[in-house]
């Protein structure tokens, strides 16, 4: 439903863009770093975290602002209303105990990929994964499977959305090359990652589809590049990820 733009709280709207700033990667953030992410003026910008502070959703140590614990009550609510963690989280820790590896479950939100379940078993990466967690669709194994579902005008638009940064030497930043390893995804039912969201790190990931067949997640494994090399990351893993996804599919509607 189209809002009137008489009806929209421009304000709310500043706190907001201020608030997505922050990021694992950008967990201190100055007034001007954020007005400069955010896209607004460093007036606008100060007082927003200055209102976030006093709030106590952001701490504030004279030069760098840094969200609280308190910030995450936002997010905790939509996760708690959505039946999707609920359903996978079981199936998830079984998985990874059967595997020895940690799973994950993501959706796409825009450009990024939102982490709604998470069974680890050891730390693979150097950020800490939780549900909540963000990443770059661009570059990861469920990203690929959920921009694989989308128009190819809805992929290309996606991509040139994106930051594309090569996180490691092995990243794929071109658009066209990025739309073909999209495509192979969606044709082989599967996308591998190796090492181009970190160094040390290679995923696979499938989708994870309704009885009505509509992707509405992915579902992963992620693991140091040393368990196994790429040729044996099918062989190994996809099996199991596959009788997930199929037991999934009995129970999301």
Same mark, same amino acid.
């Given at each position: 439903?189209?809002?009137?733009?008489?009806?929209?709280?421009?304000?709310?709207?500043?706190?907001?863009?201020?608030?997505?700033?922050?990021?694992?990667?950008?967990?201190?953030? /100055? +007034?001007? &770093?954020?007005?400069? =992410?955010?896209?607004?003026? #460093? @007036?606008?910008?100060? !007082?927003?975290?200055?209102?976030?502070?006093?709030?106590?959703?952001?701490?504030?140590?004279?030069?760098?602002?840094?969200?609280?614990?308190?910030?995450?009550?936002?997010?905790?609510?939509?996760?708690a209303t959505m039946p999707l963690p609920?359903?996978?989280?079981?199936?998830?820790?079984?998985?990874?105990?059967?595997?020895?590896?940690?799973?994950?479950? /993501? +959706?796409? &939100?825009?450009?990024? =990929?939102?982490?709604?379940? #998470? @069974?680890?078993?050891? !730390?693979?990466?150097?950020?800490?994964?939780?549900?909540?967690?963000?990443?770059?669709?661009?570059?990861?194994?469920?990203?690929?499977?959920?921009?694989?579902?989308?128009?190819?005008?809805?992929?290309?638009?996606?991509?040139?959305?994106?930051?594309?940064?090569?996180?490691?030497?092995?990243?794929?930043?071109?658009?066209?090359?990025?739309?073909?390893?999209?495509?192979?995804?969606?044709?082989?039912?599967?996308?591998?990652?190796?090492?181009?969201?970190?160094?040390?790190?290679?995923?696979?990931?499938?989708?994870?589809?309704?009885?009505?067949?509509?992707?509405?997640?992915?579902?992963?494994?992620?693991?140091?590049?040393?368990?196994?090399?790429?040729?044996?990351?099918?062989?190994?893993?996809?099996?199991?990820?596959?009788?997930?996804?199929?037991?999934?599919?009995?129970?999301?509607?």
């Amino acid at each position: 439903m189209a809002v009137n733009e008489r009806d929209m709280m421009g304000g709310l709207a500043k706190g907001l863009k201020v608030i997505e700033a922050f990021s694992a990667e950008r967990p201190r953030l /100055s +007034i001007s &770093d954020a007005a400069d =992410i955010a896209g607004l003026d #460093r @007036a606008t910008t100060r !007082r927003c975290l200055l209102t976030l502070s006093e709030l106590g959703y952001a701490a504030y140590d004279g030069k760098f602002f840094t969200v609280t614990p308190k910030v995450l009550r936002l997010g905790t609510g939509c996760l708690a209303t959505m039946p999707l963690p609920r359903i996978v989280q079981p199936l998830l820790d079984r998985l990874s105990e059967e595997i020895g590896q940690s799973t994950s479950v /993501s +959706i796409l &939100d825009e450009t990024e =990929i939102v982490y709604v379940a #998470r @069974a680890a078993q050891q !730390r693979v990466m150097s950020i800490a994964l939780m549900p909540g967690s963000r990443l770059p669709a661009y570059c990861t194994s469920m990203g690929r499977v959920l921009l694989s579902v989308q128009t190819p005008e809805r992929q290309r638009e996606v991509l040139e959305n994106s930051k594309l940064v090569a996180r490691t030497e092995k990243t794929i930043i071109a658009v066209d090359a990025l739309l073909a390893e999209i495509e192979a995804t969606g044709n082989r039912g599967y996308a591998l990652i190796d090492q181009e969201v970190e160094v040390g790190l290679r995923s696979i990931a499938v989708p994870v589809k309704t009885v009505r067949g509509q992707t509405v997640a992915a579902l992963n494994v992620g693991l140091a590049a040393s368990v196994t090399s790429m040729d044996d990351l099918v062989e190994r893993y996809l099996p199991a990820l596959l009788a997930v996804q199929r037991e999934l599919g009995r129970m999301l509607v």
